[in-house]
């Protein structure tokens, strides 16, 4: 079993709908958790993180986080033709900082 | 403020044949780390860096070395390069000492093995 593990997609949402992300991992002490956004050809760029159960929003993001079923999702609303990119979860796991990613989700936001 | 800088950002190398890849950070953080992603494989951990002076290995470290040469400067080499490690390869920098810092990525290093 993969530690991180996410849908592939392509995730394919009319624009304005609400595009839902999901992520499972599988190590129980995981402590923090976070969305990266990556476009076509360039590199990772943070857009959410959480640490404790329940919601987190900011702006048109919101991450969700239940430790026991040890799940995390990003909620995109209002999606823009902008937001079609790639979403990778990351898992943070112990005292080195260091993060372990799923293989990422396509998203396809169509005009 | 530069953040994570990473040098070249392409290559093209012949089978046998050895190069660098390196990277520099301006943020003072402790930890450093070199990932490698293919298509469909989401982002893979080769060898991080603690703290300046420790280095460990990741998921993948077979086929590289690294050097922590100093606080802000960690480097990836691959002695004997190999049509496998054809990749687009990360270097991140983190605050290890702050238990929920994420990891900021460099431009990322696009290196094909021929």
């Known amino acids: 079993q993969k530690e991180v593990e996410q849908n592939s997609g392509p995730l394919s949402v009319p624009e304005g709908a609400i595009a839902s992300l999901n992520c499972t991992y599988s190590?129980?002490?995981?402590?923090?958790f976070f969305w990266y956004r990556q476009y076509s050809g360039k590199s990772p760029e943070l857009i959410m993180s959480i640490y404790s159960n329940g919601d987190k929003e900011d702006g048109r993001f919101t991450a969700q986080l239940n430790k026991a079923s040890q799940y995390v999702s990003l909620l995109i609303r209002d999606s823009q033709p902008s937001d079609s990119a790639t979403y990778l979860c990351a898992v943070n796991t112990g005292n080195t900082g260091k993060l372990i990613f799923g293989q990422g989700t396509t998203l396809q936001v169509k005009p | 403020n530069a953040g994570v800088t990473q040098t070249p950002k392409f290559q093209v190398l012949k089978t046998g044949q050895s190069m660098t890849l390196q990277c520099a950070q301006d943020?003072?953080?402790?930890?450093m780390y070199w990932y490698r992603q293919d298509p469909g494989m989401g982002l893979r951990l080769i060898y991080y860096s603690a703290s300046e002076g420790t280095t460990d290995k990741g998921e993948v470290p077979n086929g590289y070395n690294v050097s922590r040469l100093n606080k802000r400067e960690f480097s990836l080499r691959l002695e004997s390069a190999a049509p496998s490690q054809t990749s687009v390869y990360f270097c991140?920098?983190?605050?290890?000492?702050?238990?929920?810092?994420?990891?900021?990525f460099g431009n990322g290093t696009r290196l094909t093995v021929t």
């Open positions: 991140a920098s983190g605050d290890r000492d702050r238990s929920y810092s994420p990891l900021h």
């Open positions: 943020m003072n953080h402790n930890s």
């Open positions: 190590d129980r002490v995981s402590q923090s």
